[in-house]
Every structure is written in C-alpha cells, then in structure tokens.
C-alpha cells in the first residue's frame, strides 16, 4: 500500500498513522507516477483536484481550462490527498468511508 501526499498535510499524517503497513511518498518531492495519475484520473475525474487551494487560487483561468493531468503533473500539490494504492486499488481522501474499507 501507497499513500501519496503531504508530509505537512494534517490528513495525510493521520492516515499514515492509520495505516501502519502504508509507504509514502511526499507528492511535492517525489510526484505521483503518470500511471497512477491516469488511473485516479478515471476513477475520480474532477475530484481528484483540490479546487480550494491556494496553489488552485494561484492559477490563471487559461492554467484551470488546461488538461487535469498536465496540471497535476506541473503542480502535484494540487491533487486532493491523501491517494492511497491499495494493491491497484485506489481511494481518495481520508473520509468514513475510506477509513472504513482500510482499517
């Protein structure tokens, strides 16, 4: 298992405290694999950006129009967190319902 988010991110902290057999890898050092990317991609569509950001708040309009992968590949920080790979199955966030299905 994978999480892939902030080592600053409260969230992310406490689902790697959760989740004892979890690797990670901080988005803003090590970015996020394009594969995975394209695969959270599929799955969450537009939730997968975190629009409330202040790295989303910094982009100009023609920035925000652009392809959610180029974005995400230029600014990982933008990418809701925590991502978590569970063996080819991926969540996103740390809500109930996530907790749930991996604790």
């Known amino acids: 298992m994978i999480l892939y988010g902030l080592k600053t991110c409260d969230t992310c902290r406490k689902a790697l405290k959760s989740l004892e057999n979890a690797g990670f890898r901080d988005v803003r050092a090590d970015g996020v694999p ?3 990317l394209r695969a959270a991609h599929g799955k969450f569509g537009a939730a997968l950006l975190n629009t409330r ?4 708040r910094g982009l100009s309009e023609a920035e925000r129009a652009g392809d959610p992968l ?6 990982p920080t933008l990418m809701k967190r925590p991502l978590i790979d ?3 199955t991926l969540y996103l966030g740390w809500g109930k319902d996530v ?3 991996l604790t």
């Open 34 to 36: 394009a594969n995975v």
């Open 70 to 75: 180029d974005l995400l590949a230029a600014h």
């Open 53 to 56: 950001s202040t790295t989303w």
């Open 86 to 88: 569970d063996g080819g």
């Open 99 to 101: 907790q749930a299905a």
